[in-house]
C-alpha cells in the first residue's frame, strides 16, 4: 500500500463532476490507497477526485469515534432523501487548517453500490450522515467552503488563495 497525494483547493478537479464508476471492480485497486491516505491524514472520509482519480467513489470509516463502524466503500452514491438540519464544525483534507460550522440534513437516504458492487440504499444519520453529505458533494464538485455566507467567505478568500499556490494557509481559521 501507498499513500496518494490529496489534491487541495485550487486544483480543478476538485470542481469536476466525477465519472460514474461502470463496474465496482475498477474501483479495487485504488481502496486500500485511498484508506491509507485517509487515514495518514486522520480523515474520516475521502472522495475519489480528492486523490485526482475522476470516478465517481469514497471511502469513509468512523470507527475510531463509533465502535460498530468500519472502512466502507460507496460507489456511484447518491442521496436520495433528506430530514431534518443538524450543525457540525467540519474540515476538509483539500482545504487544510480552515474549519467551520456548516448546517447539513440531519439524516440521509444513499442509494449506492458497495465494494461487491451490490446496489443498497438506506438511511444514515449522526456523524456518518455528515461525513456522507461531505463526500458526496466532493464527487459533484461541490467544498464545504461553498456554504458559507458572503461575510465568512470573506475572511477566508486570502487563506484559499495561499491554499491554491502554496498547499497550506499561513494561518488557520475556525468559522
Ligand atoms: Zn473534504
Redesign the pocket.
Not at 476538509?92 to 482545504?95: F, I, T, W
Given at each position: 500500500m501507498s499513500a496518494l497525494a490529496v489534491v487541495k483547493y485550487g486544483d480543478p478537479i476538485l470542481r469536476k463532476k466525477t465519472a460514474p464508476v461502470a463496474d465496482a471492480a475498477d474501483v479495487e485497486p485504488y481502496i486500500e490507497d485511498m484508506l491509507e491516505t485517509m487515514y495518514e491524514e486522520a480523515?474520516m472520509?475521502l472522495?475519489a477526485n480528492?486523490v485526482s482519480l475522476d470516478m465517481n467513489f469514497m471511502v469513509v470509516d468512523i470507527s475510531h469515534v463509533e465502535e460498530d463502524e468500519y472502512a466502507r466503500t460507496f460507489i456511484n452514491p447518491e442521496i436520495t432523501g433528506k430530514e431534518g438540519t443538524s450543525e457540525m464544525e467540519e474540515g476538509?483534507?483539500?482545504?487544510p487548517d480552515i474549519r467551520a460550522t456548516i448546517e447539513r440534513a440531519e439524516k440521509v437516504r444513499l442509494l449506492y453500490l458497495d465494494d461487491e458492487g451490490v446496489e443498497q440504499e438506506s438511511w444514515f444519520d449522526g456523524l456518518m450522515s455528515r461525513v456522507i453529505q461531505?463526500?458526496v458533494d466532493?464527487l459533484n464538485g461541490i467544498?464545504?467552503t461553498d456554504y458559507l455566507t458572503p461575510a465568512k467567505r470573506g475572511l477566508i478568500t486570502k487563506r484559499l488563495a495561499e491554499i491554491a499556490e502554496t498547499g497550506a494557509p499561513s494561518t488557520g481559521i475556525i468559522l
Open positions: 480523515g472520509g472522495a480528492q476538509c483534507l483539500s482545504v461531505h463526500e466532493h467544498l464545504f
